[in-house]
């Protein structure tokens, strides 16, 4: 279990959002010579505009980002201190057992030991149950994270005429250069921020 919360650093919130052009949206009227159609598709490509995100920042100052996470891990540390408290109390038992083992029946010992095997299977499976259930939580979490990056980069996008938003990030570093005036990373984190304090409940964990 304690390995759930590892890939927090390793979320790289991969979002390549496509949106449409300006240019493609103004209505251009058709040309009747190849030559006007070229010089049409050139002045489209130079009209394409590609920013990117840093995904590090982003997930190190998206409020929403960091309550999740938050309360992720009050979740991991809740079930690990149930988990260790009844494996303690199971330890307890078996050593109580161990120190009785010579003066009890044979049949008292099989009774003792099949009790402590049940037992012991029934750690093993509140400890995979509770693995389970935090992993989907974190899934359904993060999607939700993913959802509102996602929704809040279309409008973006086609406010600002970008064609495409793609991220970077130096745990994945799929894009190898990126020119720092292509960055757009502080005024979506801004944004996303502002939009998030609006729908935050208002009451605290």
């Given amino acids: 279990m304690n390995k759930l919360l590892s890939n927090f650093a390793k979320v790289a919130l991969g979002l390549i959002i496509v ?11 058709p040309t009747s010579t190849k030559a006007n159609d070229s010089t049409s598709v050139g002045s489209q490509q130079t009209e394409e ?9 982003l997930s190190e100052k998206y409020e929403y980002f960091k309550d999740i996470r938050a309360k992720l891990e009050s979740k991991v540390k809740k079930a690990q201190s149930d988990l260790q408290s009844k494996g303690q109390a199971f330890q307890r038992e078996v050593a109580d057992y161990q120190q009785k083992a010579a003066t009890m029946s044979a049949s008292d ?18 400890d995979q149950n509770a693995s389970s259930a935090i992993a989907q939580d974190e899934a359904t979490e993060f999607n939700n994270v993913y959802n509102s990056i996602t929704e809040y980069l279309k409008k973006h996008a086609a406010d600002n005429g ?7 990030s130096k745990s994945n570093p799929t894009v190898l250069f990126a020119d720092s005036k292509l960055e ?3 005024e979506v984190i801004d944004a996303l921020n ?4 609006t729908k935050k409940p208002t009451e605290k964990k």
């Fill in 19 to 29: 949106a449409s052009a300006s240019s493609c949206n103004q209505g251009t009227k």
């Fill in 194 to 197: 502002k939009e998030y304090k």
């Fill in 162 to 168: 970008y064609t495409l938003v793609l991220t970077y």
């Fill in 109 to 126: 010992r099989q009774a003792t030991e099949e009790k402590l095997a049940r037992k012991q299977d029934e750690l093993g499976r509140l």
């Fill in 184 to 186: 757009i990373t502080n």
């Fill in 49 to 57: 505009k590609i920013v990117y995100i840093n995904s590090d920042s």
